[in-house]
């Protein structure tokens, strides 16, 4: 049964076919549970669909078809504001999708504020089963329109992971995401950036005075992104992990 299991992964594309194979028959419920996973798998359907979950930050987030899967490389936006955040902040995810962020920054630091808000009912369903465990709150809307109004000048770290694939490099993508991933969590517009300029442009009316707007965004947008930040007035600077190849850019709302 494992050798056939191995084969048929192997067989379909899978790369980690031993590793797969054993995760699937860990997360099993019964043979027929294991033999519709491995249906699944082999249809090209991600891994974290098929077994429910994926690891962020150390954490089980629970995913579901329809929700973007969150990447290792976004660990590096949960870290960045970590090291800006304190005890008692205000912290809002936007684009939340699984709430992975979210439920990492308040798993990690405990005594603070989280909201998190996606567009997407699935999203936001999902996301209340990751964030509530940790007392956060989950809302449905579009960007800024999901936050209530007593937020606005008051958060201290708005972090968003937003959609940043420029429209026409959707077709070039894995067809894991391409096929699967909800295009609404993946389609930047023309250029990648149509989401971000939108929170960027309101970000400075929601943040309090030294309070940290994050954006993960690819190396190659980075500079543009950086002068939509600093067009805005905030204090801006890129980080990037060569390891994880990821990139982040932060605006500072400067104190008065």
Not at 42 to 56: D, Q, S
């Amino acid at each position: 049964m494992l050798e056939s299991i191995v084969d048929k992964l192997r067989s379909a594309g899978c790369v980690f076919a031993e590793e797969e194979t054993q995760l699937l028959i860990s997360e099993a419920q019964s043979l027929p549970d294991l033999l519709k996973k491995v249906e699944m798998r082999t249809k090209g359907i991600p891994l974290e669909y098929v077994v429910g979950w994926a690891m962020f930050c150390g954490l089980r987030i629970e995913v579901e078809q329809g929700v973007f899967i969150p990447r290792r490389r976004t660990e590096f936006l949960v870290h960045q504001a970590e090291k800006l955040a304190c005890v008692g902040d205000m912290i809002v995810d936007l684009c939340c999708g699984s709430g992975a962020i979210g439920a990492a920054l308040a798993a990690a630091l405990k005594e603070i504020t989280l909201y998190s808000s996606d567009i997407d009912s699935i999203a936001t369903q999902c996301a209340k089963r990751n964030v509530s465990k940790f007392g956060g709150n989950v809302l449905k809307g579009d960007l800024f329109n999901a936050l209530p109004e007593v937020l606005r000048g008051r958060i201290n770290i708005l972090v968003a992971n937003v959609p940043y694939v420029p429209t026409k490099a959707i077709e070039r993508l894995p067809s894991e995401a391409r096929v699967h991933e909800p295009n609404i969590a993946l389609n930047g517009g023309d250029d990648g950036l149509t989401i971000l300029r939108r929170v960027v442009e309101e970000a400075p009316y929601w943040l309090e005075q030294g309070g940290n707007l994050l954006i993960e965004t690819s190396e190659m947008q980075a500079p543009y992104a950086y002068e939509i930040f600093t067009s805005v007035g905030l204090t801006t600077k890129v980080v990037k992990e060569e390891e994880l190849d990821a990139t982040v850019v932060i605006g500072t709302k400067s104190l008065l």
